[in-house]
T-cell receptor
Framework: DGGITQSPKYLFRKEGQNVTLSCEQNLNHDAMYWYRQDPGQGLRLIYYSQIVNDFQKGDIAEGYSVSREKKESFPLTVTSAQKNPTAFYLC????????????FGEGSWLTVV | RKEVEQDPGPFNVPEGATVAFNCTYSNSASQSFFWYRQDCRKEPKLLMSVYSSGNEDGRFTAQLNRASQYISLLIRDSKLSDSATYLCVVLRNSNSGYALNFGKGTSLLVTP
């Protein structure tokens, strides 16, 4: 079945460690996105990519990094510079420029202790 | 002013009731609008797009008022299964490409 796969679903890390969240899609979508969701905050855009080998900062990119070496993959690294990394992370993809086809992965819960 | 604003609720309504959610957006150049539904600890899923002429999908009706920069969602004959958070979403575009701006969501609880 086509879709977006995020892994791991649950992740615990010690403070100061970098962690990479995986996002893979087989929908042949050009655009991919990373959002963060905190309680009562809604979804906030971290990074997005409209095409392979290109990506743009979203509203809260500080402390995060991404790469887009393949169309199917858009991994997110949460670095030790991110002050409050504990959150629900959502990866999404869409046909380029058409928002109504955006699909989300099931999300990754990151807890930093 | 936040780009997308919603009343967070919660809205507690009895089964069978009609409930309406409102949303305002700040960027007058926004072109596309959507309502997403998010269940607790799950990913958001598209409920419906919002068109200028208004559109209906079963018990759900969405409307857009561009002059007031206002979007609404009406749910008729509420079901227990409608309990969720409803996210107002606006497509923003820039020189860098497209991305969706999400409101914080309106929480709905339908009770027996």
């Amino acid at each position: 079945d086509g879709g977006i796969t995020q892994s791991p679903k649950y992740l615990f890390r010690k403070e100061g460690q970098n962690v990479t969240l995986s996002c893979e899609q087989n929908l042949n979508h050009d655009a991919m996105y990373w959002y963060r969701q905190d309680p009562g905050q809604g979804l906030r855009l971290i990074y997005y990519s409209q095409i392979v080998n290109d990506f743009q900062k979203g509203d809260i990119a500080e402390g995060y990094s991404v790469s887009r070496e393949k169309k199917e993959s858009f991994p997110l690294t949460v670095t030790s510079a991110q002050k409050n990394p504990t959150a629900f992370y959502l990866c999404a993809s869409s046909l380029r420029g058409t928002g109504n086809t955006i699909y989300f992965g099931e999300g990754s819960w990151l807890t930093v202790v | 002013r936040k780009e997308v604003e919603q009343d967070p609720g919660p809205f507690n309504v009895p089964e069978g009731a009609t409930v309406a959610f409102n949303c305002t957006y700040s960027n007058s150049a926004s072109q596309s609008f959507f309502w997403y539904r998010q269940d607790c600890r799950k990913e958001p899923k598209l409920l419906m797009s919002v068109y200028s002429s208004g559109n209906e999908d079963g018990r759900f009706t969405a409307q857009l008022n561009r002059a007031s920069q206002y979007i609404s969602l009406l749910i008729r004959d509420s079901k227990l299964s409608d309990s969720a958070t409803y996210l107002c979403v606006v497509l923003r575009n820039s020189n860098s490409g497209y991305a969706l701006n999400f409101g914080k969501g309106t929480s709905l609880l339908v009770t027996p």
